[in-house]
């Protein structure tokens, strides 16, 4: 398994499919995507960019030392207070924009131990889960409007 790159990538525009059971298959695609992350130094990585349409994201939260994964999540409330911050992407190597994000939201998703949640985030964690969450809808962040920080 390996990452997907590049902007102009059909794969990277799909839109991911919910997760129906958590199986062995899962987990090993939730294995894996931890591995790339890390092994690729970043911060998140949904399931997509390693070429699974399916709804799963995993995101490295060095405030709680721990990788966090959401399976089918969803942004059920966010601040009206944005914030505008640069961001880069595993799977568009050497490319950043500066892209407006709420700075609270609230997530509803499955863990994967199978467990169904509420989570708070805010700041940096806010915005990568909002980022990768974009992965999931085929959204990049070169399709966010060129802005200045």
């Given at each position: 398994m390996e990452l997907i790159t590049g902007q102009d990538n059909p794969i990277l525009r799909q839109k991911s499919r919910p997760?129906?059971?958590l199986n062995q298959e899962v987990y090993s695609l939730i294995g894996e995507m931890k591995r790339l992350m890390h092994e690729n130094d970043g911060v998140g990585l949904a399931a997509i960019q390693v070429g699974?349409?399916?709804?799963?994201?995993?995101?490295?939260d060095p405030d709680r030392n721990k990788d966090l994964v959401f399976i089918n999540p969803e942004i059920i409330k966010q601040s009206r207070e944005t914030e505008t911050l640069a961001e880069g992407c595993l799977s568009l190597p050497n490319y950043e924009n500066s892209i407006a994000?709420?700075?609270?939201?609230?997530?509803?998703?499955?863990t994967e131990d199978g467990k169904k949640i509420k989570f708070k985030a805010a700041h940096l964690l806010a915005r990568i889960i909002g980022h990768e969450i974009d992965h999931l809808e085929g959204i990049l962040i070169s399709d966010y409007p060129q802005t200045k920080p």
């Open positions: 997760v129906e059971h699974r349409p399916s709804r799963i994201i995993v995101i490295s994000r709420p700075i609270r939201i609230i997530l509803k998703a499955t």
